[in-house]
């Protein structure tokens, strides 16, 4: 798949993680320490292994990697590869961008989420204490690997999180795909993830090329899920369910909102979370108090337009950014899915 953004393009390609590390003899390194203890052993590269986590997107930790950048003389014509998940994805994402002004970056994404959202589209970033991803900088990579190999020591709950954002594409962008997963849930070594992971990053690839600085809207409508997903993963305490969790269970939610306000096709939050239930994802609101979750989505940054802007399916494999969408409703649906 090749992605094409204002200055240039880049490909994502799928390779063995060996031939991308003898394809850059002068890379540094930046992975987190669980990527490192299985893909990095005796390898001669300049290593920085950040500790694991979303706590490393900080101020502390990016300082750490310009200082190894620094300390390594990494110059303009020196790569740096993000090999781990999307924390390490965005953390050397945004050093890389900003080091000397920007050097040239290799995406190498290890989880399934980085390998179908993260690493495609150019974000990249850190967090401040008032909030996720409030530092950062669009600066698409020079390359993405896709090195499948790796998920083979990916942990059952982190690949299941990276179901949720296919299945997320397959039901806002391609309902081809989407009865392709309700026919047969994705497990890992499946035979159709190099099939299924590059589908996924041409769908994101066909909305990021057409918001490349998220300023059209229609970058919005990735949000699928998300504006009730997030208000789940902060309401009922970060880590307690993952993103992907929250994000099925969202999308459930969101659908039968879709429905309630006659936009979304009757009987597809139904199919939504059948589909999402197979796969092994939760998809019934925790009891956390309903205007609580309401309150959260309020706050949510994507959510700060007049009333609340929710993107909503609106056809098999077709959806759109809603404003305004009445309380009640939003209510109701939450209550209904609990
Ligand atoms: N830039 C973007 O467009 C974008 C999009 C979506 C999410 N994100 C960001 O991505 C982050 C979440 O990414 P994530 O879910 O990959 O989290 P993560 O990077 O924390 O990885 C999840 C866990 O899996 C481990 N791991 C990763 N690959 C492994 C492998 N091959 N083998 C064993 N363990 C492995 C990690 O050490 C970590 O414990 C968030 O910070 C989010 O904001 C960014
Ligand atoms: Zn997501």
Redesign the pocket.
Known sequence: VRIRHSRGSYEVEIESLSYVLQSHPNALIVT?E??AR??LESSPFPILAVS???TS?SMETYWQVLQFLAARGATRTSTVIAL???????LAGFAAATYMRGVPLVQVP??L??MV??SV?G??GINLPEG??LVGAFYPPGHVSICLE??E???AR?FL?GTAEIWKAAAILDWALFEELERLPLVRGDTRLPQVVMRSIDLKRSIVEEDEFESTGARAVLNFGHTVGHAIEHASGYGTYS?GEAVAIGMVVEASIGERLGLTPEGLSRRISSGLRAQGLPVSVPSVGVEGLLGAMHRDKKAATQGLALALITGYGSCKLVHGVPEPVILECLQENT
């Open positions: 987190d669980n990527v299985f893909w694991v986590g979303e997107k781990g998940g999307g924390v390490v994805g965005d290890t989880s989420l980085a959202d993260s589209g974000k990249t996720k991803n790796t998920l020591t990916l942990p982190e999180a993103h």
